[in-house]
T-cell receptor, first 111, second 114 residues
Framework: GDSVTQMEGPVTLSEEAFLTINCTYT??????LFWYVQYPGEGLQLLLK?????DKGSNKGFEATYRKETTSFHLEKGSVQVSDSAVYFC??????????FGKGNQVVVIP | NAGVTQTPKFQVLKTGQSMTLQCAQD?????MSWYRQDPGMGLRLIHY???????DQGEVPNGYNVSRSTTEDFPLRLLSAAPSQTSVYFC?????????????FGEGSWLTVV
């Protein structure tokens, strides 16, 4: 079945540092890929998405490229801010309107 | 446009009590689903529906019931609450158009079972 694997553990970094969160997936066919963000005490917000190979999703300075050859969708941001502190979830949908989520990564940005 | 609305936002239940988490969407989406979020587990699918009158089980359906009598509403019922059902619950709705699908989430319902 479909599955998403995110790198283990929280990520702590200083303001203006470069952020990378790894995400790899297993799926049949050609899934759509998503990154969701959850700020403290809030619900899930769609951060960005990509629907086919080589597509790049981007939003709020975050980017992720759909790499079919490596089955990856790594999230990157060049210069993080304290306000980017949140939990980030990678997810996929195989066209059935249901999502398979990774376990999430807590990101803590220190001033 | 309210999007996906969940109620209540917070609830404390005693073991054995029953309750219903409400979910409503005003976007005329065919697909609706319920997820639970637990620390270190990500989100897991409980039940989903592809249209009014049609529901099916997801990854973790035990202890929960759903129904879909209208397109707009998709309530989640806990028949006899257990401490293991302490979690954050998210309702989602979506449509499919061509090769894309956009999935919208409610703000979540924080449930504690004591």
């Amino acid at each position: 079945g479909d599955s998403v694997t995110q790198m283990e553990g929280p990520v702590t970094l200083s303001e203006e540092a470069f952020l990378t969160i790894n995400c790899t997936y297993t799926a049949t066919g050609y899934p759509s890929l998503f990154w969701y963000v959850q700020y403290p005490g809030e619900g899930l917000q769609l951060l960005l998405k990509a629907t086919k190979a080589d597509d790049k999703g981007s939003n709020k300075g975050f980017e992720a490229t759909y790499r079919k050859e490596t089955t990856s969708f790594h999230l990157e941001k060049g210069s993080v801010q304290v306000s980017d502190s949140a939990v980030y979830f990678c997810a996929l949908s195989s066209g059935n309107n249901r999502l398979a989520f990774g376990k999430g990564n807590q990101v803590v940005v220190i001033p | 446009n309210a999007g996906v609305t969940q109620t209540p936002k917070f609830q404390v239940l005693k073991t054995g009590q029953s309750m219903t988490l409400q979910c409503a969407q005003d976007m005329n989406h065919e697909y609706m689903s319920w997820y639970r979020q637990d620390p270190g587990m990500g989100l897991r699918l409980i039940h989903y529906s592809v249209g009014a009158g049609i529901t099916d089980q997801g990854e973790v359906p035990n202890g929960y019931n759903v129904s879909r009598s209208t397109t707009e509403d998709f309530p989640l019922r806990l028949l006899s609450a257990a401490p293991s059902q302490t979690s954050v619950y998210f309702c989602a709705s979506s449509y499919s158009r061509g090769d894309t699908n956009t999935i919208y989430f409610g703000e979540g319902s924080w449930l504690t079972v004591v």
